[in-house]
């Protein structure tokens, strides 16, 4: 049995060649958690949906994985590769690092890089919008029983 929902996020990025040029972004996760290993406190869970960078890709299917980890430093880790629409193979790789300090902020919020070929080439910020999505991420959360 394993646990599935769907977040989306939304936000903006900039090429960094480009820094004063942002565009929007859009990504819409599916994730489905596998197991939870409570001894190391952590989980990885396969990630899908589909994500739009503006000027670059447009819902391009994505494939990775989520990694939460509770110990120190805490952070929920995503990773994840979509073509482009010039048929580029890109990779993003980000985190959420969860804060007392800051609570909703810094589990809303979601810092990460594009990269192609192994190359830093965007930086991207991510937020879940909890008045907007709230609703629809609570219904998502499920059960698979396959």
Do not use: W
């Amino acid at each position: 049995m394993s646990l599935v929902f769907v977040e989306t996020l939304r936000g903006s990025y900039f090429l960094i060649e480009k820094p004063d040029d942002r565009r929007i972004c859009e990504v819409a996760i599916h994730i489905k958690v596998n197991r939870i290993d409570a001894k190391r406190g952590e989980f990885k869970a396969e990630m899908g949906g589909h994500a739009t960078f503006d000027k670059l890709a447009t819902r391009a299917p994505i494939a990775g994985q989520t990694q939460l980890m509770f110990g120190r430093p805490r952070q929920v880790a995503y990773s994840f590769e979509l073509t482009a629409d010039d048929g580029r193979l890109l990779q993003f790789s980000g985190a959420k690092h969860p804060s007392l300090l800051r609570p909703i902020y810094s589990a809303t919020t979601l810092f990460g890089t594009l990269s192609h070929l192994g190359l830093p080439m965007a930086m991207v910020r991510l937020q879940f919008d909890l008045r907007r999505d709230l609703v629809a991420f609570l219904q998502s959360v499920a059960r698979d029983h396959q």
